[in-house]
């Protein structure tokens, strides 16, 4: 099997406060090599940023994590990535736990130094399943007792196929599906927490979530994803407010958080070349401040996060440069801000407080 080519890094910078502590909240492990030849051509543009990086596992991040900032720990975040049929259709996404404690329990042995990569793991469970998915949840749960946290069942869809591509549509409305809900209400019951990701376009619909079961724990990935592709190209500026209505909205539910990042990825444009186009964190940062400063606003600082939703945002910036980037925006918070911010309320959302004592 030919390796993908290398994505070009960005152009060195030096770390910008490097001693500042860091949880990364949001990252992928897998091999998509076998399954690219499933996707038809000419690829979607959204594939076509991942065949870089077709691989990407413990070795790949534990790089990125350890390229300069101070990564102390990070949060798996699901991608459909070494399922196991054995286990059947439903069950199958227990072989993605399983795998991932692996790679978490490779790194606490401390051979590779003292950050705890892995050390929250969410997963993903169908609830279109109603209420039977609370065996699923359970079968998740003892594969991965002291790492497992909840799942993600993404929600993104779009009445123009070219935004995300075929394989990444979910069915329209997901989120307000009553059977979705009924498999919803089995994470409440076991206390695991929920990560939504859908676009810009349909916040209304996690809002309305979020106010239907407001005792369960929910994070907006990817800062609600703005759209800057295909029929929505040159429309940042027109739908800025728009999406700001919606975040401060969806801010007023206290069970939500908020996910600062993901704006790297190729469906937000922000940048609109890649891969690893070469823009510095100076530019990144004018980019994405908008959004990011909007909601810290609505969000306050003790319910945001900053992710770096790797190996996805590398699209956009090496793993060195999306953090500084981040640093750039938040240079005027105080201490206690930033330690909330880029570590304290991912550990207390994904409660791997312990893990890191």
Aim: aromatic content about 10%; hydrophobic content about 40%; overall charge negative.
């Amino acid at each position: 099997m030919s390796e993908p080519s290398p994505i070009p890094p960005s152009p060195p910078e030096p770390i910008l406060e490097p001693d500042l502590a860091i949880i990364d909240p949001h990252h992928h492990l897998w091999d998509l090599r076998p399954m690219l030849p499933m996707f038809p051509e000419p690829r979607h543009g959204f594939i076509e940023t991942l065949i870089p990086v077709a691989y990407y596992g413990f070795d790949g991040f534990h790089a990125d994590a350890t390229s300069g900032h101070k990564v102390i720990a990070s949060v798996y975040m699901e991608c459909g990535a070494f399922y196991n049929p054995a286990y059947g259709e439903a069950k199958q996404v227990v072989g993605e736990i399983e795998y991932v404690n692996g790679v978490a329990a490779q790194s606490a042995s401390g051979l590779y130094g003292d950050a705890r990569l892995c050390a929250g793991i969410v997963g993903h469970a169908n609830l279109l399943l109603g209420g039977a998915v609370g065996e699923v949840l359970d079968a998740m749960q003892a594969a991965a007792p002291r790492r497992f946290r909840g799942i993600r069942h993404q929600g993104a869809w779009d009445a123009d196929p070219a935004v995300l591509g075929p394989p990444f549509h979910a069915p329209e409305g997901l989120y307000r599906d009553a059977t979705f809900r009924e498999g919803f209400a089995e994470l409440g019951k076991r206390g695991m927490s929920f990560d939504a990701w859908l676009l810009e376009p349909q916040l209304g619909d996690v809002i309305d979530l979020a106010r239907a079961f407001g005792d369960v724990p929910i994070c907006l990935d990817h800062c609600g994803t703005p759209l800057g592709v295909a029929s929505y190209e040159g429309r940042l500026k027109e739908r800025f407010e728009t999406w700001a209505a919606s975040i401060r909205e969806l801010a007023q539910c206290e069970n939500v958080m908020v996910k600062l990042g993901g704006l790297s990825m190729y469906n937000c444009g922000m940048p609109a070349e890649g891969p690893a186009a070469g823009l510095g964190s100076e530019t990144l940062a004018q980019l994405w401040k908008p959004y990011i400063e909007t909601c810290i606003e609505a969000f306050g600082p003790r319910r945001a996060m900053f992710e770096s939703n790797y190996p996805v945002d590398r699209w956009g910036a090496s793993y060195p440069v999306l953090w500084n980037a981040f640093k750039r925006i938040t240079a005027g918070a105080s201490d206690e801000e930033k330690a909330a911010l880029y570590a304290g309320n991912a550990a207390r959302f994904y409660r791997i407080e312990e893990a890191l004592a």
